[in-house]
Every structure is written in structure tokens, then in C-alpha cells.
């Protein structure tokens, strides 16, 4: 039966195959892109989940369907998806679509291959190597190490992971049961990813002390040492800190150099989680809100946030040349990480990650990088903070408004005051009643620029 | 400045945009489709290192770059990456080009959402329960959860988190610190994530207790039953059995009901790794390989292997519906679940799991799947088996491969002789120098069917 034309090939029929393609990307065009950024459109369709259920005919069956079926489902769930490239869309920290990064986006599908050997993505090996040495560059690192992986939390609790196996490299193989409890502080601010790290990694949200924030969201140094002091007087070790730039919610920057200070004092890992805020390093301008992260030993730093490359694009660089990375994730695997190949064996860096095979995401931020060149980068950026500026602006002349504080970063926190409440915030009930109507932070993208 | 109109927006002009998109899908089809998957084309430009920095030019400068030179980069990154899709392509565990797949790909890309709430992904959110209870009932189960992982080692990860949670749930907020040594099983030929697992969920790679496998791969239930024994006798608490359905190298298939009574007898978590097997369900033919798979807690399923949906598709199916996954990893971040919403908010998937935002990986298997149907989904495996079958009987008619065994799986598995060696397998260094050659690992991939 088989001869050598019958092994893998694309489906049997080329020209169907790009006949195929070729339709679904010009619904793609027509329905995503083009209407899906459009002030004209609407941002979602919005249906209920019974109802939508009944549009979608979401059942998996034994029968095959037509192309035609197949492109018409394809315009479905475009129909019915939220259009997150659209100019109205401030629901979550990335929006915006920069059409380079979405043209690397289609070819890193297009080629399908896994990022940790070179034989198998050299190009994109190499490339990974190039993109983290210029966003260790923008942090203020000449050299070290890093890697991407499938989001913030996960870059996180790589932190952690390092932090812990730097201090007790016994760790990895004997586990935490010999360890003597351990501590670990960041401010009440910080994303919830660090919670959840230190229940999978094993530590338990215990482990995790909730250092105070001042009222504009920002970690107070002197709680910091405080609670440094109040691990130890209750028996735990105190190994990281976690700060971070560009909270969730309030945007807020944690005072890195003096948090820096305490780790130094303490003998302290220091990471930042900067997965929002890391991109204001490229704004000449507003980068001092990082001050003090080179004195960071790891940083998370998403650019599929605000500088809009796609999800997932997150970093996690390091201060490290010890090669901690592979030796805190490493196992070996003879199958695949041959010690005997005849190239650089440094360059199969999958042995970095807990993960076997791993997307490739820097593609999609090199290209748009390439494209923009560091200086539109910048532009977009301070573009950002000028749009939070005149949404603030615009709101303080309209009544119904009320700013939680003025922002310094690209949230915004207003509440919005019904008709009913305006004028009462005298009365006992004004907060209570308020906070029914919802606190919203909106987040301005400058991709219009 | 700024009037509603220099909010986001696709970059300014969106006829520019569009011109760029097509140009870039045209070198899509030309180099990557077409060409990537022609048998008279090469699968690889192969570059040393060194020789391909200079090509790819691969530094990100101030300056951006015409529309022209990115045109030119998209091409140079196609020309040198390996085309997985190529009929000759035989370096992984995934290869061939679905286009169906593909084009659930590139809306995916083009949508650019995060898979964690139904205001954000209402068709996602909707979809990915769909196929999960599809892949749920394939395994044998007409309730149960599950969630898409980045990996089958993430998969892993949370079976093993899962497992120690169910049993001891003060875990997530006290850590290991207080529980016994625990004990895990799995087989000496199983996937390396088990113990990059165990190291990185702090239980250390000590807790992982290798149990024999056969000459055929297969995990042995009389030594798990004593493996057992010795860890209880030790003082150890065992909690967990981690059987292969698939393993990396040898493709051997776990003897599950066996092991499900030993599992049974003991009280332990039963997960099956059956990230590269999972997809042999699908057969009528062939699924015998994995009976008893119903009997097992948590299964690890990587549509992106031998059923081709692209880079990543990893689902993890659980058979509990006591919301173990959510209470498990959950962590009710306040900003983003939010409990006063218009829908039922246990369509709010995102707190089952350890990421915060989390890449749309159901559509591409979704789509493929409405196109082949069942039907067309069972030919692809059973016609991997088939040319699996064939490769085996031609390279038994010619000189210079010996078979390490006789494949029941996919996997075939051989040595290449040299001329030098042929003959000589009576000599005392034969293995030794064979073994530099290296012993090779092919799978076959129907897609040409």
C-alpha cells in the first residue's frame, strides 16, 4: 500500500489545502482584523452561554464537515469573540493588535516547532538568545541568563524556584521536608500568582508574608524589614522578596532601590515582578519608575502586556551566570538533550525550563522590535502615559467621575457615581452603595500612534 | 492632543496593515506551506550556529525597519527553520501540517485572548468544555473536569499537585513541611517531567521511586506492588502511580488494569501520562492498548503529537467533580473573579489553574476535529499504525537495520549498521561501537491520508 509519496504530507491536496487557508485568512481580514478594530464595530457580540451554546453547535461528532461548513464556522467564532484588538477594549492588560507582531504570530503557527534544541529551532533559538541579552540590556545587565515561559505567574514562581535551590541546591532532590520553613515577602499589592506559586511549589501561602503598601499601592521598606525581622523571630528563613512594578490594580511601582537595600542587608534574592511595568524601561521618560532593577536577581517582564506582542510573550531574565537555571531545572534527558551533538550542546536550552516541549514566543516580539525599532517602541509607551493623562483630564470635567488617585502609571481607577449618589458622599451608606456599581480601572493602548 | 479617535487602534492605517498581512501570509503559503511540505524540497537549511547569526542579522537596533526588510527577515526566519510539517520530518513526538488546525491557528493568533473568564472568551471558554467532554468520553468517563495545560509536563505537574492536595489539603496553605515523606511511582522508561515535577513541586526528586519495566517498556505491577512496600517500610507515604500510556522512546503502553488494582489496593492517585498514546482512543482497532484507562484519576492528553493540532494542545482530564482543580489551585483573586457577575461564574475557568492568563488552545483541535469527524481522526491513527507496520517490514528486507524490538506503537525504534559492523554482532565491542551511530526513533505520521 504505502510507497514513499504516502508518507506525511499536507492532507493529500495542496491546492485545496491553500485554497483553504487562503479563505480562512481572508475572514480573518475581513471579520477580525479589520471590522475587529474598527470604532464602527462593536467589541463583543455578547450572548448568553445557553444561547450561545445553541449558535456555536459546539458537539464534537463522527462526521466530517464541508469547507464551506468549516469557513462559516470560522466567521461564527469570530462573530461571537471578544474583539481584544479593538479600540473600545480597556477589560484586561493587553489589548491592542500591532500587525508585525500578529505577522510573527502566523508564522511561528505556520512552522509549529518546540523551542529547546537548536537542531530542532535553530533560528529561533539564537533569536530567544538575542531578544532576552536586549531586554537584560534594558534592565541594566551586560550579561545573564533567562528564558520565556508560558506567562507571569509561571515566570514568578521560576523565581521562587531559583531563589530556594540557590540557598539549599540539596532541594531538588531531598524536597523541602528537610528544609527549615522558609519565608518569602511581597506587598498586599502584588499579583495573586505569588500565592499561588508558593502552594505548588510546595512552600504553602503560608510561606508568603504580606508586607504593607502605602496608599498609593506602593510596598513600605520599613514594613518590609519589619516582617524580615518577625520571620525570623518565629524560626522561618526569609529567602526573597517580590516587588513589583506596575501592580495590577493600581498600577503602582514598588520603591525598588530601597526594597533593594533590605535584600542586600537581609542577604535577600530580590525579583520584580514587572509583567506590567517592565516596558516602561524603553520610555526615556518614565523609567525611573523602575529605578534600583538592576539591583533585581530576576525579573518577570511580559511584553505581551503593554507593548502588545500577543499572548503569551513573558520574560524571565537574570543577573546569573551560573548557569542556575539549567542546574535548578535540568535533568538530562538523554533522549533529547544528547551530550554528543555536533554543535554547542549551551545551545539546547530546553533543559532550562520544567516544561518539555515550549512554544516559541519570541518571533512575534523580534519582528515587531525590528519593525519599530527601539525608538517607536518608546513612542508607544509615552504615547500610553499621554492617553492616561487625558482620560483623567477629560474625566475631572465631567460629573459622575471620582478618581481613586491620580495615577502615575497607564491605570486609571475611577469610580463611576450614578445619578442617585452624586452629591451624597456625606452619607453613611455613600461607599457601601458605590462599591455596588464597581470600582473600574481602564488601561489607555497607544497603537494608534 | 488626543480625541477619541488617536485611541488604539491598528496602527494607524489600516489598508497599510492589511497590505502587510497579505504579503506575509503570501510567504506563508509559498515557503512555509508549499515548499515546507514538499518532498522535493530540503527540511532544513542546516547552518552552523555562527553562520546563521550572520545571515539572520538578528540584532534589535533604534531604528525600525521598512516594510520591504521585514518582508525579507519573515522569509530568511522560514528559509532556516526546520519544516515540521515536511513528509520527512521524523526529529519528535509532533510533525505534519494540519491545515484545518492551522487555520484555528491563525484566528486564535488573530483574536489574541486569554483564556481565563467567559466575559473575555465566551466562545473559548464555551469550547474548551466541549472538548474536554469529548476527550473525557473517550477515556471512558461521562462526567468529570480537566483544563489545557502549556505541556504534558505542566499536565504532569497538576495530576501530582492534585493528588497530594486531595489527601492532604492543608498543603496549599502550609506547605510540605509538615506532611510525611510521600512517595510516588512511576517507571524507569516514563517521561523526564515526573522528576522535573517532583523537584520543582518541592517534594524533591527523591519522593519519585522507579519501578522496573520490561523488556518491552512496560512498567512491571509485581515490582510497583513492592516498590511500594519498600517506601512504606521506609516510613514514606505513597500517594501516587504515574503509568505511560506511550512512553518517549520505546512507545510501550502500560499495563493499566493491573496497575489500577495495585492502585486500588493501596488507595493511590492513578494518573496516566498519555501525552504521546492518548490519541490511539481514537481507533477501534487499536484503543485495546490502553484498557483499563478508565479506572485511572487523571489523564495527561497531547492532542499536539500524534493527532497534529499544533504546538501546544495538552489537555489534562480529570474523572473528580467535587471542583478539586479549582479548589486545588484556586486562589479567588478578587479583581478579575469577580462573584457579582451576570453570568454563572463557574464558567470562570481561570482559577483552576496556576497561570493567571492562559493561551486559547481548543479552537485548533476543535476545528480540526469538526472537520475530520471521528471518523477522519480514527483513519489518521490506524494509518500511523499501518505505515508504522511498513516501515518495520521494508527495513527487515534490507541490510543494515536491526529492530530494537517489534513495535506495537508507532514507534519504531532500530539501529542504522555500518558497513564496517555488518556481520560482526559476535564481536565484543559490537554494541559499544554500534551505539555511537546511535540507536534512531521514527514515527510515522499519517497526514497524507
Request: proline letters at 4%; glycine letters at 8%.
Amino acid at each position: 500500500m504505502a510507497d514513499s509519496e504516502a508518507l506525511p504530507s499536507l492532507a493529500g491536496d495542496p491546492v485545496a489545502v491553500e485554497a483553504l487557508l487562503r479563505a480562512v485568512f481572508g475572514v480573518v481580514v475581513d471579520e477580525a482584523i479589520q471590522k475587529g478594530t474598527s470604532v464602527s464595530q462593536k467589541v463583543c457580540e455578547w450572548k448568553e452561554p445557553e444561547e450561545l451554546k445553541q449558535l456555536l453547535d459546539l458537539e464534537l461528532r463522527s462526521q466530517g464537515e464541508s469547507q464551506e461548513q468549516i469557513l462559516e464556522r470560522c466567521r461564527a467564532v469570530i462573530r461571537y469573540s471578544v474583539k481584544t484588538g479593538h479600540p473600545r477594549f480597556f477589560n484586561q492588560l493587553f489589548s491592542g493588535l500591532d500587525p508585525h507582531a500578529l505577522a510573527g504570530r502566523i508564522i511561528t503557527e505556520s512552522l509549529n516547532t518546540s523551542q529547546y534544541t537548536y537542531e530542532i529551532a535553530p533560528v529561533f533559538v539564537l533569536m530567544e538568545e538575542e531578544v532576552l541579552r536586549k531586554l537584560r540590556a534594558l534592565v541594566g545587565w551586560s550579561s545573564g541568563d533567562g528564558i520565556f515561559c508560558p506567562g507571569g505567574s509561571i515566570s514568578n514562581m521560576y523565581a521562587v524556584n531559583l531563589a530556594r535551590y540557590q540557598r539549599y541546591p540539596d532541594c531538588k532532590q531531598r524536597g523541602l521536608r528537610t528544609l527549615p520553613p522558609l519565608a518569602l515577602f511581597t506587598s498586599k499589592e502584588c499579583h495573586y500568582s505569588i500565592q499561588k506559586g508558593a502552594a505548588f511549589l510546595g512552600l504553602g501561602t503560608d510561606s508568603v508574608r504580606v508586607v504593607k503598601a502605602d496608599e498609593r499601592g506602593k510596598m513600605v521598606p520599613e514594613d518590609l524589614e519589619r516582617q524580615i525581622g518577625m520571620a525570623e523571630a518565629e524560626g522561618a528563613v526569609p529567602f526573597l522578596v517580590s516587588a513589583t512594578s506596575g501592580t495590577t490594580v493600581l498600577g503602582a511601582f514598588d520603591p525598588l532601590e530601597a526594597i533593594a537595600d533590605v535584600c542586600q542587608r537581609h542577604g535577600l534574592w530580590l525579583h520584580v515582578d514587572a509583567a506590567w511595568g517592565g516596558s516602561v524601561l524603553l520610555s526615556q521618560t518614565h523609567r525611573h519608575l523602575l529605578d534600583g532593577i538592576q539591583r533585581a536577581d530576576s525579573v518577570a517582564w511580559n511584553p505581551h502586556k503593554l507593548l502588545a506582542a500577543g499572548l503569551q510573550c513573558s520574560a524571565l531574565l537574570l543577573q546569573d551566570t551560573s548557569n542556575l537555571l539549567k542546574r535548578c531545572h535540568g535533568s538530562q534527558a538523554s533522549y533529547l538533550f544528547q551530550q554528543d551533538k555536533f554543535y554547542d550542546v549551551a545551545l539546547d536550552t530546553g533543559d532550562k525550563v520544567v516544561q518539555c516541549g515550549r512554544r516559541v514566543d519570541c518571533l512575534k516580539l523580534w519582528l515587531m522590535w525590528k519593525a519599530q525599532g527601539d525608538q517607536g517602541l518608546e513612542r508607544r509607551i509615552d504615547q500610553a502615559f499621554v492617553l492616561a493623562r487625558y482620560l483623567v483630564e477629560e474625566m475631572k470635567k465631567r460629573e459622575g467621575f471620582e478618581l481613586v488617585m491620580e495615577p502615575e502609571f497607564v491605570n486609571v481607577c475611577f469610580w463611576f457615581v450614578p445619578l442617585t449618589l452624586r452629591g451624597k458622599q456625606e452619607s453613611p451608606d455613600y461607599h457601601e452603595r458605590l462599591s455596588k456599581v464597581g470600582v473600574l480601572r481602564c488601561s489607555p493602548y497607544p497603537l494608534g500612534s
